[in-house]
């Protein structure tokens, strides 16, 4: 049995709570810090250890940072704090780092300070929702980089009752298929073989170039 992991999660607001609570769903031993009470005792009956103490504090960090932790997320919502934490957290030496940028600027003074992962939920998440409210058969959309992203799509109307041999479908529209999900949603059919046959209410969960993706959702 592998080993648990043991997270440490800094900042109980709403994203920070949930993050715990998923994490702690997610068999990992998790240690939440917040400087408030009321969310340290709405979080600690889904922790193994849930403190009250002010993390941008030297201190604090030294006193429950252990080289037993495999990843810190910072999700403190008041930017010096998080500089600050974020400032001591690389002296310590810790690199699987995960911070929440608050604005834009606090994004901007995060690469400038090289902290690798950084996470912008409301940028995030009104970047996928936009893309799919102007693409009408794009049903979800995730970047992955620069460059690629998995997207979920339904197929064109003209290449139903077709083989993904026949239509040539990877081939044509540069789409790597992951999986794809029957309009019962009774089974998830990964990595299909080309004898599948298309249906036109099928959901495709597919890897690509982004430049592709916007091809294809042209000829939707």
């Not at 400032?87 to 600027?105: C, H, M, P, R, S």
């Not at 979800?140 to 083989?163: A, N």
């Not at 099928?202 to 294809?216: P, R, S």
């Amino acid at each position: 049995m592998s080993k648990r992991k043991t997270a440490l999660i800094i900042g109980m607001g709403e994203f920070g709570f949930h993050t715990a609570k998923h994490l702690s769903v997610e068999v990992c031993e998790v240690i939440a810090i917040d400087i408030v009470e009321k969310r340290v005792n709405a979080i600690k009956n889904f922790v193994i250890k849930a403190i009250v103490a002010d993390a941008a504090q030297e201190r604090t960090l030294d006193q429950v940072i252990s080289k037993d932790i495999d990843f810190v997320v910072l999700c403190i919502g008041n930017i010096e704090k998080s500089m600050i934490t974020t400032l001591y957290l690389k002296e310590f030496g810790y690199e699987n780092v995960f911070i929440k940028a608050v604005t834009d600027e606090h994004e901007r003074i995060l690469k400038m300070l090289g902290v690798q992962n950084i996470i912008f939920p409301e940028k995030d998440m009104a970047h996928r929702l936009s893309t799919r409210l102007v693409n009408k058969n794009m049903l979800d959309y995730i970047p992955l980089s620069d460059e690629y992203s998995i997207s979920e799509v339904t197929p064109l109307e003209k290449l139903g009752g077709q083989t993904l041999n026949d239509s040539n479908f990877m081939h044509k529209y540069k789409l790597t298929i992951i999986a794809i999900q029957r309009p019962d949603k009774s089974k998830l059919i990964f990595t299909p073989e080309p004898s599948y046959t298309i249906g036109k209410q099928d959901t495709y969960m597919v890897l690509d170039k982004k430049k592709d993706i916007i091809n294809f959702k042209n000829l939707l």
